[in-house]
């Protein structure tokens, strides 16, 4: 048998199981909650590597591995930013956004929940945040297409075009079925396969090159500056770089895929329970793909191989250092990188236009059956807008990823916060501040030069937490049902038994 045979029967059995697993998801699915959000019953677990796994697409093992081999440890602050934000984001948001979301009048989307948390009957913050979801979701997923071409091209030589294309019919097949529930169980066996995948390769490759002296050797002979985390000294240019990626931790407390795993948990006080899952899971598999870039340098020039494109550095290693079939299964986790955040932000895009767009336009409520077929059609509407778009990529899949990743950070995560901790938000502070953050972010990455080079989510996100704070501070009137849900949701994030009663009341009248 030749190594390609391996590499298949690794993929396809990798396939199988996908779509196996979204047939059971779609036989515990009989409704338009359970297909959005699992009727919130995640275990914490779960939910973490759910959230791992669909937060890091194609770039965990591509992009970034990449940019590391290119510029070396100064672009391990991208890393360093993320961690810190995951974990913030489990330890400030995930229990208090579980409990809010459902006591204020049990709301499944991010726009339903910033539409009840402010009483906005204009519906206007609703619409529009459906509206920046599906723009830069659609962004975002399309990256994931580029990715899933760009993995066939350069592991089988394949023609782009296919490549995308089987990527995006699998990842469909277990999405539309499966809804919410099946992508989150994917994700748990995608999560899983990129963890050891990040393990065994840089390990493999140390081995390989002759140990991580030699491979510290051979780095600072050829890229002196590699092994600095300022790239060599501090200037201006690798402060904005620094400053760049520590960013990107501000990006999670607004990503809509990633939060919407915490309203699906099954309590707030699941949240620990996650926080430590997630933080191991993540810390560990950043520290693979940081020093599986770096080790990339000694390997591509011990082994004289010539590296066309940066972002392929672990599917080559793999493929060269580990038994075919192993290969596959690496082959498979960057897959499953790629596969696992294009379903979740299917997912997302088609709660935008049914729950948070369809839904409000119509004025007699349609039923759960018409709703799910609704959901399964906007998840397919979706993906093919972002594959026409994906026929001709511009640019790499780390700056698409990093386009969309600052639109929502800077759209959503102050108001996230905000929504969570201040109680005088306002509908119209909360408009304002969104709509800020994502102009900010469009302008922004057109500029060029100086300052202008610093990752727009940082002035982005700034200008959008000071633009809602002003005008919530002038538009707030005082409204008792506001206050009083204010404090009961902070009460239920801390009280377990206060939160299981709470539940247990509503699905009494939920069946009476």
């Given at each position: ?16 199981v ?20 699992a ?6 677990w ?5 959230a ?8 965990l ?5 990449g ?7 100064i672009?391990?602050w991208?890393a360093?930013?993320?961690t810190i934000?995951?974990?913030v984001?489990?330890?400030?948001v ?13 709301s499944?989307t ?27 979701f659609?962004?975002?997923v399309s ?9 066939f091209e350069?592991s ?6 296919t490549?995308?294309l ?10 539309l079925?499966?809804?919410f529930?099946?992508?989150s169980?994917?994700?748990v066996v995608?999560?899983l396969?990129?963890?050891i ?16 002296g030699?491979a510290v050797s051979?780095?600072n002979t ?10 060599g ?8 770089v ?5 960013g990107?931790?501000?990006?999670y ?9 915490f ?6 006080s699941d949240?620990?329970?996650?926080r430590?899952?997630g933080?191991a899971?993540?810390a ?5 793909t940081?020093?599986a870039g770096?080790?990339g340098?000694?390997?591509v ?12 550095i ?7 250092l ?5 290969a596959g ?9 790629i596969?696992?955040?294009f379903?979740?932000q299917l997912?997302?895009c088609?709660?935008?236009l049914?729950e948070d767009?369809y839904?409000?336009?119509r004025?007699?409520?349609?039923s759960?059956r018409?709703?799910?077929l609704?959901?399964r059609?906007?998840v397919?509407l979706v993906?093919i807008i972002?594959g ?12 698409l990823?990093?386009f969309?990743?600052?639109g ?5 995560g102050?108001l996230?916060?905000?929504s969570l ?5 306002t509908n119209w502070?909360a408009?304002?501040?969104?709509v ?11 500029l ?18 000071l633009?809602?704070?002003?005008v919530?501070?002038v538009t707030?009137?005082p409204?008792?049902?506001v ?5 009961r949701a902070?009460?239920l994030?801390?009280n377990?038994k206060a ?5 247990a009341?509503?699905?009494v009248?939920?069946n009476?």
């Amino acid at each position: 048998m030749n190594d390609q045979f391996f590499i298949y029967l690794a993929i396809g059995i990798y396939f199988l199981v996908l779509i196996g697993i979204g047939v059971a998801a779609y036989l515990r699915t009989s409704d338009h909650e359970g297909y959005m959000l699992a009727n919130r019953g995640l275990p914490g677990w779960v939910a973490a590597l759910s959230a791992g796994a669909s937060d890091m697409s194609g770039w965990l093992i591509m992009g970034l591995p990449g940019a590391i081999y290119v510029a070396g440890l100064i672009e391990a602050w991208t890393a360093i930013g993320l961690t810190i934000g995951a974990f913030v984001n489990w330890l400030i948001v995930a229990p208090r956004l579980r409990a809010y979301s459902q006591v204020s009048r049990n709301s499944i989307t991010l726009p339903s929940f910033f539409e009840n948390r402010t009483r906005d009957s204009s519906r206007v913050l609703r619409i529009v945040s459906s509206v920046i979801v599906l723009v830069f979701f659609t962004l975002y997923v399309s990256s994931g297409m580029v990715a899933g071409g760009v993995f066939f091209e350069s592991s089988f030589e394949a023609d782009y075009l296919t490549g995308m294309l089987i990527v995006a019919a699998v990842t469909l097949l277990y999405t539309l079925f499966g809804g919410f529930l099946g992508a989150s169980l994917t994700d748990v066996v995608q999560g899983l396969m990129m963890f050891i995948a990040l393990i065994i390769v840089p390990i493999f490759a140390v081995i390989s090159v002759g140990g991580w002296g030699e491979a510290v050797s051979l780095i600072n002979t050829l890229e002196p500056n590699h092994l600095s985390f300022s790239g060599g000294g501090l200037t201006t240019a690798s402060i904005i770089v620094i400053a760049s990626g520590i960013g990107w931790g501000l990006g999670y407390f607004g990503q809509p895929h990633i939060v919407v795993r915490f309203m699906a948990l099954r309590a707030p006080s699941d949240a620990k329970q996650a926080r430590r899952v997630g933080l191991a899971w993540q810390a560990i598999s950043m520290a693979g793909t940081v020093f599986a870039g770096l080790i990339g340098v000694a390997w591509v020039h011990q082994n004289n191989v010539d590296l066309a494109d940066p972002e392929t550095i672990v599917l080559l290693m793999s493929q060269a250092l580990l038994h075919p079939l192993f290969a596959g299964f690496v082959l498979a986790a960057v897959l499953a990188a790629i596969m696992s955040t294009f379903s979740s932000q299917l997912i997302v895009c088609s709660s935008a236009l049914v729950e948070d767009i369809y839904k409000v336009v119509r004025k007699d409520p349609p039923s759960d059956r018409r709703l799910v077929l609704m959901g399964r059609g906007a998840v397919l509407l979706v993906a093919i807008i972002a594959g026409l778009l994906a026929l001709n990529p511009n640019g790499t899949i780390l700056e698409l990823v990093g386009f969309a990743w600052a639109g929502f950070g800077a759209a959503f995560g102050p108001l996230v916060l905000l929504s969570l901790y201040y109680r005088k938000l306002t509908n119209w502070g909360a408009l304002s501040g969104m709509v800020v953050g994502a102009v900010v972010v469009f302008v922004w990455a057109e500029l060029t030069g100086g300052i202008f080079d610093l990752y727009e989510i940082v002035p982005g996100f700034i200008l959008s937490l000071l633009v809602t704070l002003i005008v919530s501070a002038v538009t707030y009137k005082p409204n008792p049902e506001v206050e009083q849900e204010f404090e009961r949701a902070a009460y239920l994030a801390k009280n377990r038994k206060a939160f299981d009663e709470l539940m247990a009341s509503e699905k009494v009248t939920a069946n009476a």
